[in-house]
Nanobody
Framework: QVQLVESGGGLVQPGGSLRLSCAASGSIFRLNAMGWYRQAPGNQRELVAT???????NYADSVKGRFTISRDNAKNTLYLQMNNLKPEDTAVYYC?????????????????WGQGTQVTVSS
């Protein structure tokens, strides 16, 4: 099992910055990658950014150049630095970790989620 706890959300003005943190515990070594997702009211949960165990990153087009995902393996913590925030970034942000398991011909994915942290961008 993996436990994920987010922190760092809050209210910020447009153009401002926030850094989200996700403290991970449990069988972290089993994870293939970690990432951040977000969900705004009335919308589906969407991918924001991911980082693999080898450090490869991937970003949603809407946040490229503004958000940076990183991890501190010594602290078992995942970060999301968010700069130049826009009102459309307002959402609940969730920390995610996943692993693949099973035989090659039938690989399955197991996801772990944090409880979420609210980010509100408003003047």
């Amino acid at each position: 099992q993996v436990q994920l706890v987010e922190s760092g959300g809050g209210l910020v003005q447009p153009g401002g910055s926030l850094r989200l943190s996700c403290a991970a515990s449990g069988s972290i070594f089993r994870l293939n990658a970690m990432g951040w997702y977000r969900q705004a009211p009335g919308n589906q949960r969407e991918l924001v950014a991911t980082i693999t165990s080898r450090g490869s990153t991937n970003y949603a087009d809407s946040v490229k150049g503004r958000f940076t995902i990183s991890r501190d393996n010594a602290k078992n913590t995942l970060y999301l630095q968010m700069n130049n925030l826009k009102p459309e970034d307002t959402a609940v942000y969730y920390c995610n970790g996943y692993r693949y398991y099973g035989p090659v011909e039938r690989v399955e994915r197991e996801d772990y989620w944090g409880q979420g942290t609210q980010v509100t961008v408003s003047s």
